[in-house]
């Protein structure tokens, strides 16, 4: 996309369209649920706007500093699930500053496209919502920023295994892994390195609710 009104403009089309019709002009295969392709719908997305970073450490559109996040709603526009950020340093975590940090890089300007999420709908028949654009307001940066220093200061620590998703107001902290054997090292209780398994930050669905309830009046 050569700029962030061409983008929006090509998201705001996208809406009201089916994940059937959406697929089709892809042609792409909607599988029969997500059970097994949890991804899919935000890969459809990204195939049909043509985002470029894939599964790099980069906003979807590098080139105009913008992340894409899909959030499946019910039926009275709640969301379904907490929305991923990205994975989390569990290593080499001395020099990491807020500023400098993933979790902000990733969220401060994010084209939010929200889905249909009802499972009673049948996965062909979704449709995609309205797009819009957010920033974090200097409140929401406050407390993205909070809950993001308390749970690295607990990983430098060596605590990381004793932080729970309970934990952050807006921010939480959870494995992220394809299955348990998946591990990764991370710095133990006594500064020796252990195995875990990765972890990710999610936005909860308080906070996305919030800016959903707002953006369209709820």
Sequence with gaps: ?????????????????????????????????????????????????????????LQDFPELGVELKTIPLDANGKPLETTFVCTVPLLDTSGVNWQASNVRNKLQCVLWIPIDGRREVPLAERSVGTAFLWQPSADEEAQLRHDWQEHMDKIAMGQVESITAHQGEVLQLRPKAA????????????????????????????????????????
């Design 179 to 218: 299955n348990s054997r998946v591990l990764t090292d991370a710095i133990g209780p006594n500064g020796e390195k252990i195995q875990t398994l990765p972890r990710g930050f999610y936005l909860k669905t308080s906070f996305t609710g919030a800016i959903i309830r707002k953006t369209f009046n709820l």
């Design 1 to 57: 996309m050569s700029d962030l009104r061409t983008l929006f403009n090509a998201a705001s089309d996208l809406a009201g369209l089916s994940f059937a019709e959406l697929a089709a002009r892809h042609g792409l295969a909607v599988p029969a649920d997500l059970r097994r392709h949890k991804g899919w719908v935000g890969q459809l997305l990204e195939t049909a706007l043509g985002a470029s970073a894939g599964s790099q450490a």
